[in-house]
T-cell receptor, first 112, second 111 residues
Framework: DVKVTQSSRYLVKRTGEKVFLECVQD?????MFWYRQDPGLGLRLIYF???????EKGDIPEGYSVSREKKERFSLILESASTNQTSMYLC???????????FGPGTRLTVT | QKEVEQNSGPLSVPEGAIASLNCTYS??????FFWYRQYSGKSPELIMS????GDKEDGRFTAQLNKASQYVSLLIRDSQPSDSATYLC???????????FGTGTKLQVIP
């Protein structure tokens, strides 16, 4: 079974703090994704990566950056957290030749 | 902007009935279609994939695809209270290289 893990299930941070969210997958998948999910807005893609050190902006990259130094690990960084970044953050991965994405358990981030 | 549309619901069905969930998409070149189930407070779980026109069955679930009408559906037979969740439709369009998700339909199965 594909296993995608995320570093925290719940996180509370203060406005202006730098926040790191980590995602690790154990299936040697090339592609990894970061989404946020908000009521009524669905899943929105923040960034994705199709290889080590490679990244592409998704639909809402503003205020975020990412890092992929190893194939199994994809990190999302909030450089200066703001209250409008309070959300559920979901990591996903998939093989290059398949479009079936597998999600981690999610991190519910609250910025106060 | 590629779009995937679903009725937000809630769709309420009695236990044992067939639940029918529908999804339309705007990009004619869409190639791959997926259904995810998401329980409240949990992450989406892939339950069905369909790539060609027609029906695909897996246990109590049947996915139906009609590319001419740009329509994909999920049927759940013998619905159980444990099927109560939000169901997300997702579409992969090769030219766009990303999976686009609908906002989901909330299903409630009434015992």
């Amino acid at each position: 079974d594909v296993k995608v893990t995320q570093s925290s299930r719940y996180l509370v941070k203060r406005t202006g703090e730098k926040v790191f969210l980590e995602c690790v997958q154990d299936m040697d998948h090339e592609n990894m994704f970061w989404y946020r999910q908000d009521p009524g807005l669905g899943l929105r893609l923040i960034y994705f990566s199709y290889d080590v050190k490679m990244k592409e902006k998704g639909d809402i990259p503003e205020g975020y950056s990412v890092s992929r130094e190893k194939k199994e690990r994809f990190s999302l960084i909030l450089e200066s957290a703001s209250t409008n970044q309070t959300s559920m953050y979901l990591c996903a991965s998939r093989e290059r030749t398949s479009y079936e994405q597998y999600f981690g358990p999610g991190t519910r981030l609250t910025v106060t | 902007q590629k779009e995937v549309e679903q009725n937000s619901g809630p769709l309420s069905v009695p236990e044992g009935a067939i639940a029918s969930l529908n999804c339309t998409y705007s990009d004619r070149v869409s190639q791959s279609f997926f259904w995810y189930r998401q329980y409240s407070g949990k992450s989406p779980e892939l339950i069905m994939s369909i790539y060609s026109n027609g029906d695909k069955e897996d246990g109590r679930f049947t996915a139906q695809l009609n590319k001419a009408s740009q329509y994909v559906s999920l049927l759940i037979r013998d619905s159980q209270p444990s099927d109560s969740a939000t169901y997300l439709c997702a579409v992969f369009s090769g030219g766009y290289q990303k999976v686009t998700f609908g906002t989901g339909t909330k299903l409630q199965v009434i015992p």
